[in-house]
T-cell receptor, first 114, second 111 residues
Framework: DTAVSQTPKYLVTQMGNDKSIKCEQN?????MYWYKQDSKKFLKIMFS???????INETVPNRFSPKSPDKAHLNLHINSLELGDSAVYFC?????????????FGSGTRLTVV | SQQGEEDPQALSIQEGENATMNCSYK?????LQWYRQNSGRGLVHLIL?????REKHSGRLRVTLDTSKKSSSLLITASRAADTASYFC???????????FGRGTSLIVHP
C-alpha cells in the first residue's frame, strides 16, 4: 500500500504553461507538506497544511497555489511556469505539528520546464 | 534559513566498513531526524532523536546528539552496498515543528 502518493512522477512542460501535481496520503495524518528539492539536493519547505488549513507559506512566488480539499489530499498548482521551477517536488505528511514524529514522503515529481 | 549542515558532502567506503556522517545546526532544537534518500526516490525516515536524548539505536544505525556542540552523528555499522544513498539530517527548531533539511551526505558503499 502506498502511504503518500504523488502524480505525475515526471512532468515536462513548456514555459508559460499551468500545471498541477496531486498528492494523497492514506495514513490518516493531520499535516501535509510540499517541499522543493533543487539540483544540489537542497530541500526547502514550500507549504504546510494542518487539517485542510494553510499554516506555513514560505517565500514562494504566488504562481504556486496549494489546495487541500480534505486532510488526505494536498495538490499543488503552478501558473506561468518558468525555467527556474524545474526541480523535484515532494509531498510529505506527518501525524501533527507538535508530536515530533518522522515525516513520510512521496516518491517525488520531477518537473522539467523547457 | 538553512539549519542543518551535513558533513562530509560525499563518502565512499567498502562494504563491511562503518560510515559516519555528521550534522551541525545553529539554533536550539526540539528534535533532530535522519532520513535516507535513494536515487530518484523520496526520503525515508530513519531515526528521530529528541533534544533531551543523547543516543539512539535502530538496527545497524546509531545516532548521537550533542546539544552543547549543536551537532549530531549518524553511524552505519557493517555497511552494505544497499546502504548507498544520500543521508539528510532535519532539525525542528523552537516552536516551528517544521523540519529544516541540510543538503545531505552522499554515501557510496562499494561491494
Amino acid at each position: 500500500d502506498t502511504a503518500v502518493s504523488q502524480t505525475p512522477k515526471y512532468l515536462v512542460t513548456q514555459m508559460g504553461n499551468d500545471k498541477s501535481i496531486k498528492c494523497e496520503q492514506n495514513l490518516g495524518h493531520d499535516t501535509m507538506y510540499w517541499y522543493k528539492q533543487d539540483s544540489k539536493k537542497f530541500l526547502k519547505i514550500m507549504f504546510s497544511y494542518n487539517n485542510k488549513e494553510l499554516i506555513i507559506n514560505e517565500t514562494v512566488p504566488n504562481r504556486f497555489s496549494p489546495k487541500s480539499p480534505d486532510k488526505a489530499h494536498l495538490n499543488l498548482h503552478i501558473n506561468s511556469l518558468e525555467l527556474g521551477d524545474s526541480a523535484v517536488y515532494f509531498c510529505a505528511s506527518s501525524q501533527g505539528l507538535d508530536r515530533g514524529y518522522g515525516y513520510t514522503f512521496g516518491s517525488g515529481t520531477r518537473l522539467t520546464v523547457v | 534559513s538553512q539549519q542543518g549542515e551535513e558533513d562530509p558532502q560525499a563518502l565512499s567506503i567498502q562494504e563491511g566498513e562503518n560510515a559516519t556522517m555528521n550534522c551541525s545546526y545553529k539554533t536550539s532544537i526540539n528534535n533532530l531526524q535522519w532520513y535516507r534518500q535513494n536515487s530518484g526516490r523520496g526520503l525515508v525516515h530513519l531515526i528521530l532523536i529528541r533534544s533531551n536524548e543523547r543516543e539512539k539505536h535502530s538496527g545497524r544505525l546509531r545516532v548521537t546528539l550533542d546539544t552543547s556542540k549543536k551537532s549530531s552523528s549518524l553511524l552505519i555499522t557493517a555497511s552494505r552496498a544497499a546502504d548507498t544513498a544520500s543521508y539528510f539530517c532535519a532539525t525542528e527548531a523552537g516552536g516551528s515543528y517544521i523540519p529544516t533539511f541540510g543538503r545531505g551526505t552522499s554515501l557510496i558503499v562499494h561491494p
